[in-house]
C-alpha cells in the first residue's frame, strides 16, 4: 500500500517541517496555496480540518486501493512488490491475503520507533481499510478466467490503484505503513526518496518472490505506470489545492 503508489511519501515527511514555515499556509483558512510551479500541498492536516469533507476521501480512496489489489491478484500476471510479499506470506500461512496486508502493516509499524515516525489517523485507517477491501475484491473477481480478461483486468487494476493513490492522499491524513517506513529511513540515511523506495521494493520483491509469490509482466507495468498515473490525478484529488487548468 504507497502501496505504494506510493506517491504519499511526502505528506509525513513534509508535515513535521511544517513549522519551519517551508509549508505554511498563505491565508488565515490554513490551506497552502501553491504557485503554477508549485506541487500541490501534502502536508499533514488534522482531523478537525473539515472532517466530513476529507473523511469519506480518506476512507473511498483506501478501499478503492485495496479493490485493485484484490483485481490485480485475480488477473494472475504479477502485481506489486509489497502484494508479492503479501502473496508469499499467505502460501505459508492459514491467513487470508487481506489478513497478511493487515499484520505485514503493523509490523512495519513497529519500524517507525527507532525513525521516530509519527502514525496519523491515516496511518491506521491504511491498515484496517485495504485489508478488508482487497479480500473483498479478491471475493468478487471469479478466479481461473481467460487471458484477455485477466489482462483487462490488470489494466484497470493498475490504472485504478493510481487514482485510489491520489485520492486517500490527497485527503492529507497522513501516510500508510509502508511510505512512512520509506521517509523515516530517507530521513536517517540523507539518501533520496528514490533511492531508498528501490531499495526497499526490491527487497520486498525478493522476499516475496522466494516464498512463491506472483512476480510477472503486471508487476513491471506497475512499476512504470504507477507514477504517472498518481502524477496525473493527484493535483485534482489534493485538499486544499487550486484545481489544474
Do not use: C, K
Request: proline fraction near 8%; charge should be positive; aromatic fraction near 6%.
Amino acid at each position: 500500500m504507497r502501496h505504494t503508489a506510493d506517491s504519499d511519501s511526502s505528506s509525513d515527511s513534509s508535515s513535521d517541517s511544517s513549522s519551519d514555515g517551508s509549508s505554511d499556509s498563505s491565508s488565515d483558512s490554513g490551506i497552502d496555496r501553491p504557485g503554477p510551479r508549485t506541487p500541490p500541498p501534502l502536508t499533514y492536516l488534522p482531523l478537525s480540518e473539515r472532517p466530513l469533507r476529507r473523511l469519506p476521501q480518506l476512507l473511498i480512496g483506501l478501499a478503492l486501493y485495496g479493490l485493485s489489489i484484490g483485481v490485480m491478484v485475480r488477473a494472475g500476471l504479477g502485481v506489486s512488490p509489497w502484494s508479492v510479499l503479501n502473496q508469499g506470506v499467505e502460501r505459508h500461512t492459514p491467513l487470508s491475503f487481506g489478513t497478511v496486508s493487515a499484520v505485514v502493516g503493523a509490523l512495519v509499524l513497529l519500524l517507525w520507533i527507532p525513525l521516530r515516525q509519527r502514525p496519523r489517523f491515516g496511518t491506521g485507517a491504511n491498515v484496517i481499510v485495504v485489508a478488508y477491501a482487497s479480500d473483498l475484491g479478491l471475493w468478487l473477481v471469479p478466479a481461473d478466467l481467460g487471458l484477455g480478461t485477466r489482462i483487462g483486468l490488470l489494466v484497470v487494476g493498475i490504472l485504478a490503484n493510481g487514482l485510489s493513490v491520489a485520492v486517500y492522499v490527497g485527503a492529507r491524513f497522513g501516510p500508510g505503513p509502508r511510505d512512512g517506513l520509506m521517509t523515516g529511513l530517507a530521513a536517517l540515511t540523507g539518501r533520496s526518496i528514490r533511492f531508498v523506495r528501490t531499495l526497499i521494493e526490491v527487497a520486498v520483491l525478493a522476499v516475496g518472490w522466494l516464498l512463491g509469490g506472483s512476480v510477472g509482466v503486471g508487476t513491471v507495468l506497475y512499476a512504470l505506470a504507477m507514477g504517472p498515473v498518481t502524477q496525473y490525478f493527484l493535483p485534482r484529488w489534493v485538499y486544499g489545492a487550486p484545481l489544474p487548468g
